[in-house]
């Protein structure tokens, strides 16, 4: 079993990659291994209508063991499932598919086809899995492969792989608040190693890109008013590596008649509300992107699902702003982009 964790384990490490980018969809990866016990790939889901983490996994390994790189050219999801159920029926016969998510069922209904059916058609050797699916449109996929004959290693059903199990379901947690309670809200800040956050750009280009990346994911941008006065923002998603969709944007401030002067109210396709009180925060639907200071943070600290903390390894002598705060977390996950590091962090209670 611990084998089992350890190709988990680097599933989850690529998944969180990939997190927010896949909203509405879960963050999910997949591994295969050949005969002999050899990655032959890992890949994750990029994008919500894109190839889920299975089919491009089984698309790599394809092309890996038989030596058919004709399907690495395709890119839509029916294509490659098309081209494996025409070309690959042997070939995974002695392979392992591990996924940090249960396969969507047949019964699943959207813009890809089920995974379930693929795989059940293929007939690997051994699909392991950290964390089962909930949603009621997808659920299921590991109980048609049992049935098809296909061994399947549950993480939650084996006691080894509790923890890596508790891992596969705080990688979910965006996605399933959005199914469970309609919105999700996530607080991002970033700062320097004297957790300094004025005097000009703190973070990376690559986490700056990243930032624009889930901004085009976000249903609302929720920023204070004094964020707008001090930084004049335009709040667009001009560095995103994602098709441009710039959100709607909130902006919570106790000044009535709020200047409408800042760039971000010039941009084009959207909605910019001006909130008063916590009750309208309450009533945004949607993932929620929230980005501000201490105050902003203290008025949504009862609120925020997730707090995503960007850690530059700098320090700046003459700065004088930090966030002067009190609260508590878990890590979640942590990982470095470019040069900062990325701190995945729920409220502790």
């Known amino acids: 079993m611990l084998a089992h964790a350890f190709y988990l384990d680097l599933c989850l490490q690529c998944a969180w990659k990939e997190q927010l980018k896949t909203l509405p969809n879960p963050a999910v990866a997949a591994l295969v291994l050949d005969e002999n016990g050899a990655i032959v790939s890992l890949e994750s889901h990029k994008e919500c209508g894109k190839p889920h983490a299975e089919v491009l996994a089984l698309q790599k390994a394809y092309a890996a063991l038989s030596g058919d790189n004709a399907i690495l050219s395709l890119k839509e999801s029916q294509a490659i499932h098309s081209y494996l159920l025409k070309n690959a029926i042997p070939i995974f016969k002695d392979t392992m598919l591990y996924v940090t998510l249960e396969p969507c069922s047949s019964n699943k209904k959207g813009k890809t086809p089920s995974c379930a059916t693929l795989l059940k058609t293929l007939k690997p050797k051994c699909v392991i899995i950290a964390t089962q699916d909930c ?71 690559q986490a700056q890109s990243l930032m624009h990346d889930y901004r085009t994911k976000a249903d609302v941008l929720l920023i204070s008013g004094e964020s707008v006065r001090v930084d004049n923002p335009r ?56 980005e501000g200071g201490s105050g902003l943070f203290k008025a949504l600290q009862n609120s925020m699902d997730l707090t995503l903390v960007i850690l530059s390894p700098n320090f700046k002598r003459d700065s004088n702003l930090t966030m002067s705060l009190n609260a508590n977390f878990n890590l979640l996950h942590s990982e470095q982009i470019a040069d900062d590091i990325f701190l995945w962090l729920i409220p502790k209670d």
């Open 135 to 205: 949603d009621k449109s997808a659920k299921g996929g590991a109980q048609e492969l049992i049935e098809a004959g296909i061994c399947v290693i549950k993480a939650w059903e084996v006691e080894a792989l509790q923890a890596i199990h508790k891992q596969a379901n705080a990688l979910l947690l965006p996605f399933r608040l959005l199914q469970t309670q309609g919105k999700f809200m996530l607080f991002k800040y970033a700062s320097r190693l004297d957790g300094s956050i004025d005097g000009g750009q703190i973070s990376t280009h």
């Open 235 to 290: 709040l667009d998603t001009r560095f995103a590596t994602l098709e441009q969709r710039n959100p709607n944007v909130a902006i919570l401030t106790r000044q009535k008649d709020f200047p409408k002067s800042a760039p971000l109210f010039e941009i084009p396709n959207r909605k910019v509300e001006i909130l008063h009180s916590l009750e309208q925060v309450k009533a945004l639907r949607g993932f929620i992107f929230c």
